[in-house]
DNA sequence: TGTATTGAGTGATATTTATCACAATGGCGT
DNA sequence: ACGCCATTGTGATAAATATCACTCAATACA
């Protein structure tokens, strides 16, 4: 069970009665690694938290295709799940566990109704969206101008930053990620060997620039 | 100068307060069709809300390349400019007037005190937020997607959407806002000729589809 | 220990988009 | 009416990416 003193370090800024509240409605959940939290189409029925692990959020396509937009951290929260003031409404996003998750489910019914009660909840609201939404600026930024060599040094240096420097996808999974297919990720990552840039392995590869 | 009512009008529930603080403190301010109204890079000195007019919203590239994401109508604001904490903070976008524009231009030291002040103010800023967080899902989704026929598309589709069924673009003006060349766009829009979905003039056409 | 399976390497080819070069057209000002 | 200039049309070619058809290597596991 979380404690009000676990929440406090993962939620920092909130208001006691916050914490109280979510101690109480929140329901604290997990996710095995590899497992799809939020499908796109879907309705939304309760706001997700992230409390432990690493939770990644995709653009999906009509035909299967997945295009990898942003990770989601600890203390950090689904933007889109926030605000649903409507019954019925259905999830833009696909959202898939990296790791073994926790997260707080909350009921939408509490989202309207803690906006107004709390002050640092609706602070946490406008945060949660402003920084998802820079996120995706960048996201168009690589898409709209790149080319897919620096689109995936720019894919590589993400996943660098949030787990090391080792990288344990296979080219497929990066191909599946940035929308374009496996050969084209193993040529580019061919380049990059030769360029010194990345020390490939079976399943895995070390980032050196 | 704008009067109580107006305002009303085109920003409907917000507060008596909120209606006066803004009378008080923002500046209605002009610009001309054409107009960069705010570029990449640029310090944020005041929130913008469209009170007439339409402004169009691009991420910039760092080599003049430009594009385009969504429109900003009347009652609607620059999301990046709405919360600015910190002091000196810069744009991640462009924005450009497409017709004669109005437009409300706030201090940014107002932003954080209304956010405490007024709770419909509150609201707009998070309305604001998640509207162009799914607009930039939208952009995502096409570029991440779709070849350069179906993007031309739904471009147009969008602009015919805002400003009806006659196209005023030269091909190059589109190309610029799906950083393409002009050539593929001139090319792409025969076809649509051929398929009888457009009919074409000298500096506009018509959407027939 | 052999065998199946998954991941990676690579050539050949097709498709899409970008770039270059230049011609044709139409509108606008003088 | 003429000429200029912005706009559009179009072929040729290059570059980037996608797709197909394999081979080869590693490892999982029976």
Request: proline share 1%; with cysteine; aromatic share 12%.
């Amino acid at each position: 069970m979380l404690t009000k003193e676990a929440l406090k370090n993962i939620f920092p800024d909130w208001e006691d009665g916050l914490y109280e509240a979510i101690l109480k409605e929140a329901e604290l959940k997990e996710a095995k690694a590899g497992t799809t939290m939020l499908k796109m189409g879907q309705n939304i029925k309760s706001a997700m938290l992230v409390v432990e692990g690493t939770v990644k959020l995709y653009q999906e396509d009509e035909d299967g295709g997945e295009y990898f937009m942003y990770h989601l951290n600890p203390g950090e929260a689904c933007a889109v799940t926030l605000v649903c003031n409507y019954h019925h409404e259905q999830s833009q996003v696909l959202a898939k566990a990296v790791t073994d998750i926790q997260y707080l489910a909350i009921p939408i019914e509490f989202m309207e109704k803690w906006l107004n009660e709390f002050k640092s909840w609706h602070y946490f609201v406008i945060r949660t969206y402003r920084s998802r939404y820079e996120e995706l600026l960048k996201t168009i930024h690589e898409t709209a101008f790149k080319n897919m060599d620096e689109r995936l040094e720019f894919y590589i240096k993400r996943h660098v930053k949030q787990f090391g420097k080792t990288i344990n996808l296979t080219h497929q999974e990066i191909a599946n990620d940035l929308n374009t297919s496996r050969e084209v990720v193993s040529r580019l990552l061919k380049k990059m060997e030769h360029n010194g840039w990345i020390i490939m392995n079976r399943n895995a590869f070390e980032w050196m620039k």
